[in-house]
């Protein structure tokens, strides 16, 4: 099968293929069930947000989008490319999504610009001085371009999960998949991380964000999907999900955390 030649953004024909697509997952680890027959999408440009209770098997769906872990039965497609297949060249689909994490997972003996620079250099095969003006683009953005010489142990865990943030932007993602960014952090630094995730979405930026942060589904998601037990039991516009829920599990989890 060929592949589009630059995923998300060219033009005619790949315009209307989901920027994900999950078709009947299941996953098993051992005899636990933790995925029982997922369907679920993210459109190019859309923001969905992924809630539910603790051991729902969020992380687990988000993580078999890039084959961080292996999907027992279905299909995952990432831009129209199955990266189930065994002929998909699986390094070329990573680079199109950005993964961040609850723990920042940056290498603690390099400065931030270096943690920056790292896999553009390896990966991307940018010189080191296109990587680092990439690299001090993204930290502006994010807004700590003054502290690409600092070491992570020197920042904050908001400003850690910003440069983290950072560092996927610069290998250029068509897509971001956000694994509870802020559950990690002090009450009083999530604000900055949510905001630098608002201002991406606004921008028109693929987003698949598994988040107990209920204000910034309504007011940031297209779209938010409630898993339960393995399963989609709910999903529509935040308004609907969050305001107007229809099943007893939605409304027991929402009663919980709102
Ligand atoms: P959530 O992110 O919604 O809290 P997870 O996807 O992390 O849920 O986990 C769902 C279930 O899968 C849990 O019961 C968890 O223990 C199990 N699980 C997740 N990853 C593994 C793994 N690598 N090995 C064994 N069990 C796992
Ligand atoms: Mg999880």
């Not at 953005?141 to 142990?153: C, R, T």
């Not at 900055?192 to 964000?209: C, F, H, P, S, W």
Request: hydrophobic share 40%; charged share 25%.
């Amino acid at each position: 099968m060929s592949h589009p030649a630059s995923g998300a953004t060219a033009p005619g024909s790949t315009a209307a293929v989901p920027a994900i697509e999950v078709r009947a997952l299941c996953k098993t680890f051992g005899s636990n069930e933790v995925l029982k027959g997922i369907d679920f999408h993210v459109d190019q440009g859309e923001v969905v947000c992924v809630i539910g209770p603790s051991g729902s098997g969020k992380s687990t769906l988000l993580r078999c989008v890039n084959r961080l872990e292996e999907p027992t039965t279905g299909t995952v497609m990432v831009e129209g490319i199955d990266i189930t297949d065994s002929e998909t060249d699986l390094d070329d689909v990573r680079t199109r999504i950005g993964m961040v994490f609850q723990q920042f997972n940056l290498f603690p003996h390099l400065t931030v610009l270096k943690n920056l620079t790292l896999a553009q250099q390896r990966a991307k095969r940018r010189s080191r001085s296109e990587a680092t003006e990439i690299a001090r683009r993204n930290l502006a953005k994010v807004g700590l371009a003054e502290k690409a010489d600092a070491f992570p142990a020197q920042l904050s865990g908001g400003q850690q999960q910003r440069v983290a943030i950072a560092r996927a932007l610069s290998m250029d993602p068509d897509m971001m998949l956000f694994d509870e960014p802020t559950s990690a952090l002090d009450p009083e630094l999530v604000g900055d991380v949510l905001e630098v995730m608002k201002e991406l979405a606004k921008e028109g930026m693929t987003m698949m964000v598994v988040t107990h942060e209920m204000g910034f589904a309504r007011e940031v998601g297209d779209r938010v999907v409630f898993m339960d037990g393995g399963v989609v039991v709910e999903q529509g516009k935040p308004e609907d999900v969050l305001g107007n829920p229809q099943h007893e599990r939605t409304k027991l989890f929402l009663s919980k955390v709102l």
